[in-house]
C-alpha cells in the first residue's frame, strides 16, 4: 500500500452505492469490481456491461493550424479524416518511442477531440502544451466524465435513447445532445465488442450512468474485466505491452502508421521507425497461447524450445472466454511466426506456449454495410 | 479450526493438519482460476509459501502454518479451482500436513481470535 491520495471521478459515490471493491489505478480510486471479475467479463461478451473511464484524460486541440501541429506527434493522417470520424494514434516521442496512445476523432467542426490514458494524461497534457505554438490550442476537458458501454447488446440500450446512433459505424464520431445535455460520442471502445464510449459534463454523469444502469441489459463492470477483455481483444495496455521505449513497429501497431505520413516521414521518430518497416524490428510484440500450467503474466520470461531466454511477456492471464490462458509479450522476429513453439517461464516452471494470432476472441465491431 | 493472521485456516486430526484458505481470503481474492498444491513428500517450515492461489488479476502466495511433511495435496483444485470460492473452507482445501512440533499449533488463533483480527483490517 502507498500513502499516495487518490483522486476520484464523479462517479465514485455510485461506484460505492453498487459495492464495488476499489483500488488504485492511473492515480485514481477506481473499482476493480462489482460483483466479480469472471461475471462481469461473460456479462459485457453476452449482454452491456457499464464502464466509468473518467479517469482518462479529454481534451480539444484547436486553431486553424491544430491538425498539422498535432500530426507531428502522431503518425496518423488526421487531415484527411472526414468529420465524424476518429482514428487510433500513438502519442510518438522524437526517439519514436510510445509516449501513450490515444484516439483522436473529429465529433464536430472544431479541431480534434482526444482521449489519452489515465495514468499518462498530466504528462501528455504538458507535453501538448509546451509543444504547441501559435495556431493549435490545447483545452483540457475536465469537466467531463467519459462512460463506456459494451457488449452485444449495448447499441439496443444506447439506440432506445437515440435512434441516430443506430446510424453509427465503428469509429463514427459526434458531438450531439444526448440525455438532454451536450455529449461527444463515438461507437468504439476497449473490449473487442460493439459499443460506444460517451463524454458527458460531470454534473450529468451520474444521472446517465444510472439511467443506462436501469435497462436489465446493463451492468456495471470494473477495471478487472475491463482487463481481461481488452487482453482477450489483443489490445494493448500502455505502460505494459508498450511503453515510451517501444516503437510501433516493435508493438504491432504498424495499422497506426498512415501511408501517406511514412511517405512525408514527417512525425516524431520518423527515421528510427521507417528504418524498422524495412529491416525489421529487433523484437516484436507477439500474441501468446499457453498450453498448460499457471497464467503467465507480466514479468515471466519467455524461452525457446530449448530454454533460451528471448523476451517477456507484458501481460497475460486466464481468458475467461477461451478457457485457456493467454498472454502478449515480446520475441525476437525469428519467433514470431504464427505456429512457432515456445515457453513461459512461471515460478520456474517452463510451459508450452505457441505464438497465435490476435485477437484471440474475434473482435464484433459494428461495421456499417458500405453504401 | 485455528487461523493464521495470513487468512490460513488448520484443522488438525491426530498429527495431521488439513490446511486451506479461509472464506475471508477466498472472498477477497475474487475468482480463482488456478491451484497450485504442494505434492506429498515435500517438507515445508512454518511460514514457507507452499502453494500459490490465482484469482483473474494476481497470484498470491499461500504459506504454511505449521512444520511438517506434505501428506496429500488437493489435485482436485487442478481442474476445478473454483471450489476454492464455493468451499473454501471444507472441499477447498489446499494440503494435508504432517504436524513436527505441535507446540506450533498453539501459536494460532482460534475462531474468536481470528474474527476480532478481521474486524480490526
Known amino acids: 500500500m502507498t500513502d499516495e491520495i487518490l483522486k476520484t471521478t464523479v462517479l465514485n459515490a455510485a461506484h460505492r452505492a453498487l459495492g464495488a471493491r476499489m483500488v488504485g489505478f492511473g492515480g485514481y480510486d477506481m473499482p476493480v469490481q462489482y460483483e466479480g471479475v469472471l461475471a462481469e467479463h461473460r456479462w459485457t461478451r453476452e449482454h452491456a456491461g457499464l464502464f ?7 481534451c480539444k486541440i484547436t486553431g486553424p493550424d491544430a491538425i498539422s501541429q498535432f500530426e507531428r506527434f502522431v503518425p496518423g493522417d488526421y487531415a484527411i ?3 465524424g470520424k476518429q482514428k487510433y494514434s500513438l502519442l510518438l516521442n522524437a526517439e519514436g518511442g510510445i509516449m501513450d496512445d490515444l484516439m483522436a476523432g473529429k465529433p464536430d467542426h472544431d479541431g480534434l477531440y482526444v482521449v489519452v490514458n489515465a495514468g499518462n494524461k498530466d504528462a501528455d497534457f504538458a507535453f501538448l502544451q509546451a509543444e504547441l505554438v501559435e495556431g493549435a490550442t490545447l483545452k483540457i476537458l475536465d469537466d467531463r466524465a467519459l462512460i463506456a458501454i459494451q457488449g452485444p447488446e449495448a447499441a439496443e440500450v444506447m439506440i432506445r435513447h437515440e435512434p441516430v446512433l443506430a446510424e453509427f459505424g465503428f469509429m463514427d464520431c459526434a458531438r450531439l ?16 465488442e460493439d459499443g460506444y464510449e460517451i463524454s458527458v459534463p460531470n454534473a450529468d454523469a451520474e444521472r446517465i450512468w444510472s439511467t443506462l444502469l436501469e435497462d436489465a441489459r446493463v451492468k456495471p463492470i470494473g477495471l478487472g474485466a475491463r482487463d481481461s477483455l481488452r487482453l482477450e481483444a489483443g489490445l494493448p495496455l500502455h505502460g505494459h505491452d508498450i511503453d515510451d521505449q517501444t516503437s510501433p513497429v516493435q508493438g504491432a501497431l504498424t495499422f497506426a502508421l498512415s501511408k501517406s505520413r511514412k511517405e512525408a516521414a514527417n512525425f516524431n521518430g520518423a527515421d528510427r521507425i521507417l528504418k524498422e518497416l524495412a529491416d525489421g524490428p529487433d523484437r516484436v510484440r507477439v500474441g501468446l497461447s499457453v498450453k498448460e500450467g499457471a497464467p503467465a503474466r507480466e514479468g515471466a520470461e519467455i524461452a525457446d524450445a530449448d530454454g533460451n531466454v528471448i523476451g517477456k511477456v507484458t501481460s497475460g492471464g486466464p481468458s475467461p472466454t477461451l478457457g485457456r490462458n493467454i498472454a502478449m509479450g515480446y520475441v525476437p522476429p525469428a519467433f514470431a511466426e504464427l505456429g512457432t513453439d515456445l515457453k513461459v ?3 520456474g516452471k517452463a510451459a ?5 494470432a490476435t485477437p484471440f476472441v474475434a473482435q464484433r465491431y459494428y461495421r456499417k454495410p458500405k453504401a | 479450526m485455528k487461523f493464521t493472521k495470513d487468512h490460513e485456516w488448520v484443522r488438525v486430526e491426530g498429527d495431521v493438519a488439513t490446511v486451506g484458505i479461509t472464506k475471508h481470503a477466498a472472498d477477497a481474492l475474487g475468482d480463482v482460476v488456478f491451484v497450485e498444491t504442494p505434492e506429498a513428500g515435500k517438507t515445508v517450515g512454518k511460514g514457507d509459501s507452499f502453494a500459490v492461489v490465482e484469482s483473474v488479476k494476481a497470484a498470491s502466495d499461500v504459506y504454511a502454518p505449521v512444520s511438517g511433511e506434505v501428506v496429500e495435496g488437493n489435485d482436485a483444485l487442478a481442474t476445478a479451482p473454483e471450489t476454492v470460492n464455493a468451499d473454501p473452507e471444507g472441499a477447498g482445501w489446499f494440503a494435508k500436513i504432517r504436524i513436527k512440533d505441535a ?4 501459536d494460532l488463533l482460534d475462531q474468536a481470535a481470528y474474527d476480532e483480527y478481521l474486524t480490526s483490517l
Not at chain 1, 52 to 58: A, E, F, I, L, R
Open chain 2, 103 to 106: 507446540s506450533q499449533i498453539d
Open chain 1, 177 to 192: 445532445m444526448l440525455f438532454g445535455v451536450d455529449c461527444y460520442i463515438s461507437r468504439s471502445g476497449y473490449t473487442g
Open chain 1, 81 to 83: 479524416l472526414k468529420a
Open chain 1, 345 to 347: 517461464i512461471v515460478r
Open chain 1, 52 to 58: 466509468d473511464v473518467s479517469h482518462m484524460g479529454q
Open chain 1, 352 to 356: 508450452a506456449a505457441e505464438v497465435v
